[in-house]
């Protein structure tokens, strides 16, 4: 299938623009542009314009305005594209320098400009298209994480033992690949009270994605889902026979690998079957409301249900320091990981998806616990502390995280700091990336990482319109 982007224009950004070398300490008149040219960006929109110019006359940081305009409009700018064919709305959207789509990062790129849509009917059908295209992903294959545009493309991960065909670009089973899209489905839904996307397709996704839930409980066997990669790298396989290991069949569900695409090692994934609880009592409110399809509704809210009790029974652990906190990982037998990882969903970013309550108190305990020594991910150094993960290794702080950390606090004080360490963090780019070195925020992973660029611009025009003060 030809691609195009929304402009027609099939011009991709170079990884030289976005990896423009400067000192933060410059003035700020001298801030490069590094942003993609107008020529070259794949979606306009004019509210999205309008608000930075907002942000960059009101905000007296100037290179909080250089970065925020570089990085919220990052995802329109490089990574959609229109594949809209027979009166149907489809989007594209690639994670930045992989082309491939994710489930997750597609839905979390896009999720600030749903304030935006009522305002731009294009951004609207841009964000309708997506939801359709996910659907129809997951329709294809629900265990899948990421997807090629091209149904035929055989990528670099064909050649995995597990059941891969054309079109896939990955097929690692995470439980949040199929929770994002209902998050942003159920958004979409209440922001413009727009029932297009729910037709039998989306049902259909629905129905495969709470029968995928189930099978990957485990109750009744191990299910279809077997995985193993030909790999020196342990976390990018799944040990015995591929199933990864035992799990006592309690009424949790099963993520073989974790957000950051690392395999689970108890694979009862803790933040990954609360955000499942989120949205499958989402799902169950668009398939009573606007369905009419009340017995598919009612099994997505049983589920829910069990989940959340298994959780509290078995997700919640005493911590030695700490006390009742929630737990990483567990496998229903007894035993259980204690760490953070940064990728959402994360212990930290719970209440950000609203699948907890920011002020719960074992929530407020495990968030202590990840912010500290306590949790071996947790690193420091000269010029940050954050989470990182070990998809990267040691040292390695995920942006992620400390703008997660943001989101969750109550603490003004905290807040400012976190923004003042991305503001100082970016490594001479002005943009995020996937992670940075404690030491030396030159060093990092990926130039071109959208999903993180458009969650900082999230960040700065919330903290704009509600607290604009711990912007100075």
Not at 178 to 206: G, M, S
Not at 230 to 239: A, V
Request: aromatic share 12%; hydrophobic share 35%.
């Amino acid at each position: 299938m030809k691609r195009r982007t929304f402009l027609q224009n099939s011009a991709a950004l170079g990884a030289g623009m976005l990896a423009s070398k400067f000192s933060f300490a410059m003035p700020p008149a001298d801030f490069p542009v590094v942003r993609v040219a107008e020529k070259d960006r794949h979606f306009r929109s004019k509210p999205i314009e309008d608000m930075i110019k907002e942000f960059q006359k009101n905000v007296a940081d100037k290179e909080l305005g250089w970065m925020f305009n570089n990085c919220l409009p990052n995802t329109l700018d490089t990574t959609i594209y229109d594949e809209t064919k027979d009166n149907r709305k489809r989007t594209y959207v690639i994670t930045g320098d992989i082309d491939a789509m994710w489930l997750r990062d597609s839905s979390a790129q896009v999720w600030p400009y749903l304030q935006f849509m009522k305002k731009d009917p294009k951004l609207k059908d841009l964000i309708l298209g997506l939801i359709n295209k996910q659907s129809e992903c997951i329709n294809i294959d629900p265990y899948a994480n990421a997807f090629y545009n091209d149904p035929t493309k055989k990528g670099e991960w064909f050649k995995d033992h597990t059941d891969m065909k054309p079109g896939l670009h990955e097929r690692k089973w995470e439980i949040d690949s199929l929770c994002y899209p209902i998050r942003l489905a159920y958004h979409y839904w209440k922001e413009t009270n727009d029932n297009t996307p729910f037709d039998e397709v989306w049902v259909q996704a629905q129905e495969k994605t709470l029968q995928t839930f189930i099978e990957q409980q485990r109750k009744e066997n191990l299910g279809p889902y077997r995985f193993e990669r030909t790999t020196s790298r342990g976390s990018d396989t799944l040990q015995v026979d591929g199933y990864g290991y035992p799990v006592n069949p309690v009424g949790l569900i099963v993520s073989s690998f974790r957000p950051s695409d690392d395999c689970s090692i108890f694979p009862f994934l803790i933040p990954s079957n609360l955000f499942a609880v989120t949205s499958l009592r989402q799902s169950a409110e668009i398939l009573r409301k606007v369905k009419n399809n009340t017995d598919l509704a009612a099994k997505m809210e049983a589920l829910a249900n069990e989940v959340d009790a298994a959780v509290k029974k078995y997700g919640i652990i005493d911590h030695p320091t700490h006390g009742r906190v929630y737990a990483f990982e567990v496998d229903g037998f007894g035993s259980y990981l204690m760490m953070d990882d940064a990728n959402v969903p994360s212990l930290l970013a719970l209440p950000y998806l609203g699948a907890v309550d920011k002020n719960d108190e074992v929530y407020q305990r495990t968030r202590a616990y990840i912010l500290s020594d306590k949790n071996p991910f947790f690193f420091k150094g000269k010029f940050a502390e954050g989470i990182g993960g070990p998809h990267i290794g040691r040292d390695m702080i995920w942006p992620m995280s400390i703008i997660m950390r943001a989101f969750t606090s109550s603490n003004d004080e905290e807040i400012r700091t976190c923004v003042q360490t991305l503001k100082k963090t970016h490594g001479g780019t002005g943009f995020m990336h996937e992670s940075f070195h404690k030491d030396d925020p030159k060093k990092f992973t990926r130039h071109w990482f959208a999903w993180t660029n458009t969650l900082f611009g999230e960040l700065l025009w919330k903290l704009y319109k509600e607290k604009p003060q711990l912007l100075s």
